[in-house]
């Protein structure tokens, strides 16, 4: 059974599963009756300054994988409609390149500031952690807190920690917009 994650904790990923390689983030939301958000699942690849280690190491709908191909965004969702992962990100994380310290997954509403959205809008938001290779939900992280400002939201951050990697259940909102990210971390 999988490991049912509250905010601000962390779980040793690779240190409880050695064998782990190929994970899958799945990244999920309901939008509340009688609205219509297209929501977007996006990847930051830092390095150890907190920044990109390159420009194509922002995985997101319009570059969807790393130069090294570790991080694959599988594609676009436009309404999370439907139970389960809205939108995916496959990482393997062998394949990570080595100057990367941190993946920071941020879900983002687009076009939100002109629309006037808000993350008070949705509900059932969550990410789960799934070993590609064995299907095993490793963990889940409900996001039970109220949002109603936040235009984006960190779900969660995998941190390298030596040769490991661990998973923080972040649930932070922001209200930076995806370029706000993009001036933060380029
Ligand atoms: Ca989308
Ligand atoms: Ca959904």
Redesign the pocket.
Known sequence: MAISLKKGSSFDLTKKQPSLQKILVGL???VRPGNNLDLDAVCFMLGGNKKLVTDEHFVFYNNLRSPEKSVEHTGDNRT?????D?EMILVNLPLVDNRVEELLFVVTINDATIKNHNFGLLE?AFMRIVNVETNEEILRYNLDVDYSNGTEVEFGKLIKDGSDWKFNAVGISTEKGLQGYVDIYA
């Open positions: 999920g939301w309901d999370g409609v439907g139970e389960g809205d059932n």
